[in-house]
C-alpha cells in the first residue's frame, strides 16, 4: 500500500501543477504563469482587464481638416503619470499595441517593431499602450533593458478601454490597432502582424479617403 500511495502521488502531483500554471497563466492572475503559457502555445495572452464585446466595427469618419478626434481625444497616461491625449498626432496614420511585458507574444510584436522602426515612422505613429499592473515603473524598467526606438509609450485608462470595446472580441494581447488619419479605427487585430502586412495597412490608410457620409465615434 505505501508503494501504491507513492506512485498516485507521483502521478497526481504533476498534473496538479500543469493545472495550476495553465489556469493562472491564460487568466493573467500570475504574470510568470502567463509567460510560461505563452511561450509553450505560442498563443496570445489574456488581458483581464479588458472587456469582450462583440458589436460591427463603426465605417470611419469624414475629415475634411485635421480635427483630433476618436482615438486622438481618448485621455491616456504617459510614462511620467500625465494624463494626455494623441491629439498631436493627428491628421497621420497610428499604429496602436495594446501589449505588456509579461507577455511573450508582445515581445514578437515589439522585435518587429524594433526592427522596421525606420520604415514605419515613415508612414504612420506607433503607440504602445502597457496593461501592466504594475504601472509605469514596471514598463519603464522593462524599455531600460529593452528599448523599443520609435514607440510612444503610455499607459492604458478606463477611457481606452471603453474607446476600443466595441471592436475587441478577445480578452488578449497583444492587440494592434489600426487608426486612419481622422482618429478612426479601421482594423484591430491579435497577435503579431507580419511587417508586409503592417507596411500596407498603414499605407493605405494614408492615402483612403473618408466617407463623406460617416459619423465620428469615440
Known amino acids: 500500500m505505501p508503494i501504491l500511495k507513492t506512485v498516485i502521488a507521483i502521478a ?5 501543477a500543469t493545472g495550476y500554471v495553465a489556469v493562472m497563466g491564460t487568466t493573467g492572475a500570475c504574470s510568470t504563469c502567463a509567460s510560461i503559457v ?16 462583440s458589436i460591427p466595427i463603426a465605417e470611419p ?14 485621455p491616456l497616461v504617459d510614462l511620467e503619470g500625465n494624463e494626455t491625449t494623441l491629439a ?18 508582445c ?23 502597457s496593461v501592466d499592473k504594475g504601472g509605469a515603473a514596471a514598463v519603464t524598467r522593462y524599455l531600460e533593458k529593452s528599448p523599443s526606438p520609435g514607440v510612444i509609450e ?4 478606463p477611457q481606452f478601454r471603453a474607446a476600443i470595446a466595441p471592436l475587441d472580441t478577445q480578452n488578449t494581447i497583444p492587440k494592434l490597432l489600426y487608426v486612419r488619419p481622422d ?8 497577435g503579431a502582424n ?6 500596407a495597412m498603414l499605407k493605405n490608410l494614408a492615402t483612403r479617403s473618408p466617407s463623406p457620409n460617416s459619423n465620428p465615434a469615440g
Not at 505563452?38 to 464585446?53: F, H, L, W
Not at 503610455?154 to 485608462?157: A, D, E, R
Not at 507580419?194 to 507596411?199: G, L, N
Open 12 to 16: 497526481v502531483i504533476p498534473a496538479v
Open 38 to 53: 505563452s511561450m509553450v502555445t505560442g498563443s496570445e495572452c489574456a488581458d483581464p482587464g479588458t472587456a469582450a464585446a
Open 61 to 74: 469618419a469624414s475629415s475634411s481638416t485635421t480635427v483630433a478626434q476618436g482615438m486622438f481625444t481618448v
Open 88 to 105: 498631436e498626432y493627428a491628421g497621420r496614420p497610428m499604429l496602436i499595441e495594446v501589449w505588456a511585458t509579461w507577455c511573450g507574444p
Open 107 to 129: 515581445k514578437k510584436v515589439r522585435s518587429i517593431l524594433k526592427e522596421h522602426h525606420r520604415e514605419l515612422a515613415d508612414i504612420a505613429t506607433v503607440v504602445g499602450v
Open 154 to 157: 503610455f499607459m492604458v485608462t
Open 183 to 190: 482618429g478612426q479605427v479601421s482594423n484591430l487585430s491579435y
Open 194 to 199: 507580419s511587417p508586409k502586412f503592417m507596411m
